[in-house]
């Protein structure tokens, strides 16, 4: 079955790529949507249309056992994957002696670790004109104090995906790197980014997820390897290869 497979799919950009990729996509006969939430998926299917068949699951990435279930459904339902969107991840807001070791294990867990092993176990089922969208950020142009651990993973994510593009090449299946700036969703209050907490968050224009969405599966499409959402952003991205990190990341600190 021509499948797609979203994680973070529950809400904020992950809900939009669900729902661009079906308008998008019209090959595609099966959406598997992965987040912890399961009522907020069931209301995303629900969004779908009826003809699209449609598996939930509900499962914590960081858990390998909820992974290890995943890998099973690939090995018995043998899916034909055309769009893998590695979308789930979070960041958190302080000085890295400031937040929870755990907790910036976890975020490394997620951002790197779960979306490389997730991505690992699909490859085998795709084939020529596939695509891998992952979400990285503006964060992975430039180290961001105060949010040191969540650039770094970015950073992670950018360098994985650019390698990878690499390596699929032969198997004519593209990865491209998504880097939004801010976008006002659940991301903001897990972070503990609320009004004032941040100047950069505060002063930076906001990105509307449902064009990055749309914007960001075109890019797929057409082959390219990294997609900026907005020209000051498209700026930055150029600026952080020109101009030395000393001097980028006197202004880039959260
Ligand atoms: N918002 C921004 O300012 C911004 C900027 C640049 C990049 N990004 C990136 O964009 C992506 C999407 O974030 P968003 O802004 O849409 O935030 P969001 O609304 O908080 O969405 C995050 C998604 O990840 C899922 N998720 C979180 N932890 C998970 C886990 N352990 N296992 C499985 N799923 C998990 C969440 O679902 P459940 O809670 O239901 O599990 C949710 O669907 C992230 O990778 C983020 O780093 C965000």
């Not at 914590?60 to 969107?85: G, H, M, Q, T, Y």
Request: aromatic residues 8%.
């Amino acid at each position: 079955m021509r499948t797609a497979i979203i994680t973070g799919a529950s809400a904020g950009l992950g809900k939009e790529y669900v729902l661009a990729a079906a308008r998008k996509y019209t090959e595609i006969e099966e959406f598997w949507l992965i987040a912890r939430r399961a009522d907020l998926l069931e209301e995303i299917k629900a969004m779908l249309p009826a003809c699209l068949s449609v598996k939930v699951l509900p499962m914590d990435l960081n858990d390998k056992n909820a992974f290890a279930s995943l890998k099973s459904l690939l090995e018995s339902e043998k899916p034909d994957v055309r769009l893998l969107i590695n979308n789930a991840g979070y960041g958190k807001l302080g000085y890295v002696w400031e937040l929870d070791a755990d907790v910036q294990r976890d975020m490394i867990d997620l951002n790197c670790g779960a979306l490389t092993a997730v991505t690992s176990a699909v490859i085998p089922y795709m084939s020529a004109g596939a695509g891998i969208l992952n979400v990285c950020s503006i964060a992975s142009f430039v180290p961001n104090a105060r949010m040191t651990v969540y650039s770094a993973t970015k950073a992670y994510v950018m360098s994985f995906s650019r390698s990878l593009r690499e390596e699929l090449k032969e198997k004519r299946v593209n990865v491209l790197a998504v880097c939004p700036g801010p976008m006002s969703t659940d991301f903001l209050s897990r972070a503990h980014i609320s009004k004032g907490a941040s100047k950069t968050f505060d002063t930076l224009p906001y990105c509307n997820p449902k064009e990055v969405a749309v914007k960001s599966l075109n890019a797929l499409s057409k082959g390219k390897a990294v997609y900026t959402n907005r020209f000051l952003y498209k700026l930055y991205r150029v600026l952080g290869k020109l101009v030395p990190k000393a001097i980028m990341m006197k202004f880039s600190k959260c």
